[in-house]
């Protein structure tokens, strides 16, 4: 598949994770910009660690035909998605006169937070207060303002509009656990390298993130037109999940 994704032939921004290969637990991060879609993309940061998955990567919803090899991704794998995904919303503890550095969306959670993770529920994939829903009709869901992790975080626009029943959800950025912590499927780094990120994301610039392993980051670097990955982009490892 070298056809561009739309979701990064818009974005002037981007957040690009890559990991050493399908199963690895652990990757590093970088920033690009670009000043118009039609211009280089330029590094904006550092590599930072990061965490995926218990179970590493696989191919998200919308991704299935790029590579005849690699997993694919489901509800409860633990794996994060693998493609381009969209950056849409920030999420956070704090109410919004505090968050004022944040320029995407801010939602704040309350005890009545929920990201539902329930197949049959027509709330699928999305974060709801299930006390202003009209009716609850999930079984399963995230207590988000109950994880300490999501004191701040960005929602990955993953398996939305309209989502795929099974094929995931609830996927976000968050705060980690240490460098050798995982995730259910999220993807989580340092609070204060979270902050820096969520502050730097603008709306205006379509910010998308790019998560794939290195060889399929690299395999399709040149048709989708990806940034070069510094060379100094040793992959930081922890134990697997």
Partial sequence: MNTVPPTLARAEQLVVVTTPDWDTTSGSLWRFSRATRHDSWRL???AIPVVVGRTGLAWGVGFD??????????????KSPAGVFPLDTVFGFAPPDSARDVRLPYVQLTPGTDCV???ASVHYNTVIDRERASRVDWSSAEHMRNVGQYEMGVIVGYNAAPPVAGRGSCIFLHIWNGPGSVTAGCTAFDANALAQV???????????LVQLPAAEYARLRRGWGLPKLPAASATHTAPHG
């Fill in 44 to 46: 904006a940061a550092p």
């Fill in 65 to 78: 035909d790029v590579g005849r090899s690699g997993p694919h991704k489901h509800e409860g794998d633990g």
């Fill in 117 to 119: 993770d329930d197949t």
């Fill in 198 to 208: 969520i502050a730097w994301l603008d709306p205006r610039r379509r910010p998308a």
